[in-house]
């Protein structure tokens, strides 16, 4: 699988971005794909991720009610749609995919894009 993700830059506190991931490869109705990030000087977490079964969403608490992933079949794309920002938030943003059902770690992600920076400034 090749993943390829792009929308970061730089937004002010309270403000709104949009990652896309665009994916290739294999079928992408058959692999859950998801967001993981990792800020200066932390491990990686995971954000949330959309499954390939029934296109379930799920998301780490710290975004819960301010992210939104959602993903387009017909597009082989999933998006993460990121409000209320926090300077907290800021890091690399990765776009992962993985053969699971429910992955919840960055190591349950088998593919990687590469990253794309998201800087919230206070």
């Known amino acids: 699988v090749q993943l390829q993700a792009s929308g970061g830059g730089l937004v002010q506190a309270g403000g709104s971005l949009r990652l896309s991931c665009a994916a290739s490869g294999r079928t992408f109705s058959s692999i859950t794909v998801g967001w993981v990030r990792q800020a200066p000087g932390k491990e990686r977490e995971f954000v949330g991720a959309s499954s390939w079964s029934r296109g379930r969403t799920y998301y780490t608490d710290s975004v819960k009610g301010r992210f939104i992933i959602s993903r387009d079949d017909a597009k082989n794309t999933v998006y993460l749609q990121m409000n209320s920002l926090k300077p907290e938030d800021t890091a690399i943003y990765y776009c992962?995919?993985?053969?699971?059902?429910?992955?919840?770690?960055?190591?349950?992600?088998?593919?990687w894009g590469q990253g794309t920076q998201v800087t919230v400034s206070s």
């Open positions: 992962a995919a993985s053969d699971w059902r429910t992955p919840r770690e960055p190591t349950d992600f088998g593919f």
